[in-house]
């Protein structure tokens, strides 16, 4: 199956270098990230290395894209099991509240 998705990303804002890409062996990339994904919940671990090696390897990725959507896949993972938290009430406000005050870039500058 091929998706026939061409991409592009800019390698260097100095020089303006624009590297043009294509995906290819979708189907297998998602087994691989069901399989990263099975051996990550089984094992308590992170997947990451698996995911960026099956789209590097697999679906001939550049590598700084390949990393780039292994941290966007980690964020979405992060958002929904905070999201489940909250529906399920298992946090304590008051932890969350300072906790993310300290942080925060913004509120250190202010001091």
């Known amino acids: 199956m091929n998706l026939h998705i061409s991409l592009i990303y800019l390698e260097n804002e100095e020089n303006g270098k624009i590297i ?3 995906g290819v062996r ?3 990339g998602w087994i691989i990230m069901l399989f ?3 051996v990550s919940g089984l094992l308590g671990i992170g997947s990451g290395i698996l995911k ?3 789209m590097d390897l697999i679906m001939n990725l550049p590598i700084k894209v ?4 292994s941290n966007f896949m980690i964020g979405v993972t992060a958002d929904t099991s905070s999201i489940l938290y909250f ?3 298992l ?3 008051y932890f ?6 300290r942080n925060f870039s913004w509120f250190k500058d202010w001091n």
């Open 52 to 54: 960026v090696l099956g």
């Open 20 to 22: 043009y890409y294509n």
């Open 87 to 89: 529906k399920a009430r």
């Open 66 to 69: 390949s990393t780039t959507t």
């Open 26 to 28: 979708w189907v297998y």
């Open 36 to 38: 990263a994904g099975f």
């Open 96 to 101: 969350i509240t300072f906790y993310y005050l």
């Open 91 to 93: 946090y304590r406000l």
